[in-house]
């Protein structure tokens, strides 16, 4: 905070249209979020604790023109914080009409499999696959993401 960024990260099931804007504008509405400059709305699946996971899903997850706004506090001014809507889209919820990729992760199988090679590679020490931690973040069997709202 010493250069006085200040980032406030919410988790979030979708419930409903709109609901990330609606979300938004009660949270500056009812000062819940003072003082913040961005706000990051992410899927709840997502692990909070790990800043390369919600990077890597945000960046692949908005369309700036679609997925940044402003709240109004009155006509004609805004808050001054940037809410930013980094959920996985869908048809439902968001009117987004193609399908959402999943997020893919290899099976059980192959990571062990890649584990008991690693000694052998001569790779230096072994690195965790990074589908361990990608695992939670699988909402359906397929490359498409189809959730059971």
């Known amino acids: 905070m010493a250069e006085g ?5 919410i988790a979030v099931k979708k419930s409903r249209k709109q609901h990330i804007r609606h979300l938004a504008a009660d ?16 899927d709840n699946l997502q692990d909070l604790d790990s800043l390369s996971q919600i990077v890597w899903l945000s960046a692949n997850n908005i369309d700036p023109l679609r997925d940044c706004f402003f709240i109004e506090a009155e006509t004609g001014i805004k808050y001054p914080t940037l809410c930013i809507d ?11 009409q193609r399908d959402w990729p999943n997020v893919i992760v290899l099976d059980e199988k192959t990571i062990v499999s890649v584990d008991e090679k690693w000694p052998n590679l001569k790779l230096g020490p072994l690195v965790l696959s990074p589908s361990i931690g990608y695992k939670s973040l699988v909402v359906s069997i397929g490359a498409v993401s189809i959730e059971d709202f």
């Open 86 to 96: 980094a959920t996985r889209k869908n048809r439902e919820f968001d009117d987004f």
């Open 27 to 42: 949270l500056l509405k009812k000062a819940l979020l003072v003082n913040v400059k961005f706000v990051l709305f992410v």
């Open 5 to 9: 960024i200040s980032l406030a990260i």
